[in-house]
């Protein structure tokens, strides 16, 4: 009973057959279930009609008290404070938290406190720093009221200005991203490259089929192709097969293709993919040292050939620079 007055609180109204799903139970037991809720005075309505379903009387709010303590739980490790107060809203966190605990049962408050304590976030990948872009609060406004904002944006080539619809923000890896609609297209912006941004008062109608999580995994997926569009064919030892699946990115490991069988000494041929030109290519492949050697192309083979030969006879040299004292 307590989901469905939850579900309809947050969604307005729901029909019979939506609550059953959401509650995982029959249509039957909602009808039931409605019914008892509306014999305990609660103010339940039904709507008839084509755009009908079940709501809650204007103004009627369902009390917090009946969190279960993985639910209690996960509210306060979704809570956690690193994002948040890159977004401006550490206080409001904090004030809403200790207002979702002051409404939590003595046997549930104990168990969300624990999971402040022992869980903690840091986002940035390992040796990597984070972001702390200077107009992230700004944008985030907007993305909130759904209002443009002009930028000025340092991409890899120049500076741009542009006029962006701001949809969603995303934190990956501790860099912070802007999902924003230019001339009819959504596109990707990494809020540490914007030098400028002024807010405007002016809306822009969102559009209705946006879904940011969906845009971001499809987006994620083109961009790590067009980081890798070609294919190189190596011999890897089994130390090699080994130092591929631990420094490639995850795009490389799942795209990597091995051959069945292995020679007499246990190396396999494998279809890697690589970067855009030869020298990246070559850069990434010579992470494996000696446990590879490139078969195709024979460009990138060549290159590597060189790179390497090169390294050999400066390390190979007899003469030392000497440092002068400052």
Not at 263 to 268: H, K, L
Request: charged content about 25%; aromatic content about 8%.
């Amino acid at each position: 009973m307590l989901s469905i007055l939850t579900t309809l609180q947050a969604k307005g109204r729901a029909t019979a057959p939506e609550l059953a799903e959401a509650c995982e139970v029959s249509v039957r037991t909602i009808y039931r279930d409605i019914d008892a809720l509306a014999a305990s005075g609660v103010p339940v309505y039904a709507d008839r009609g084509a755009d009908g379903g079940y709501r809650l009387l204007d103004g009627y709010r369902v009390r917090l008290n009946g969190l279960s303590q993985s639910e209690a739980g996960a509210l306060f490790l979704a809570g956690l404070p690193g994002p948040a107060a890159a977004l401006g809203l550490d206080a409001a966190m904090i004030a809403g938290q200790n207002k979702l605990m002051a409404a939590l049962p003595a046997n549930v408050r104990e168990d969300a406190g624990r999971m402040q304590e022992r869980f903690h976030l840091d986002a940035p990948g390992w040796f990597n720093e984070a972001d702390e872009p200077a107009h992230l609060r700004a944008i985030a406004g907007a993305v909130l009221r759904g209002t443009w904002v002009d930028i000025r944006y340092q991409s890899w080539r120049a500076q741009k200005q542009r006029r962006i619809a701001p949809l969603g923000l995303v934190l990956k890896g501790g860099s912070w991203y802007l999902a924003g609609q230019f001339d009819g297209n959504v596109r990707t912006y990494r809020i540490a490259r914007v030098l400028d941004c002024t807010p405007l008062d002016d809306r822009f109608p969102r559009p209705a089929d946006f879904d940011l999580a969906g845009y971001w995994q499809s987006a994620t997926l083109r961009m790590e192709a067009e980081l890798h569009p070609n294919v190189a064919t190596a011999r890897l030892s089994p130390l090699g097969v080994k130092l591929l699946n631990a420094l490639s990115q995850p795009y490389v490991k799942a795209r990597t293709q091995f051959d069945d069988v292995a020679d007499a000494d246990g190396w396999r041929v494998a279809r890697i993919p690589v970067g855009t030109t030869v020298w990246h290519a070559a850069a990434e492949l010579l992470r494996l040292g000696p446990e590879a050697e490139v078969l195709e192309p024979a460009e990138l083979r060549e290159t590597i050939a060189e790179m390497t030969r090169a390294m050999a006879e400066r390390y190979g040299s007899s003469r030392r620079k000497s440092v002068s004292p400052r």
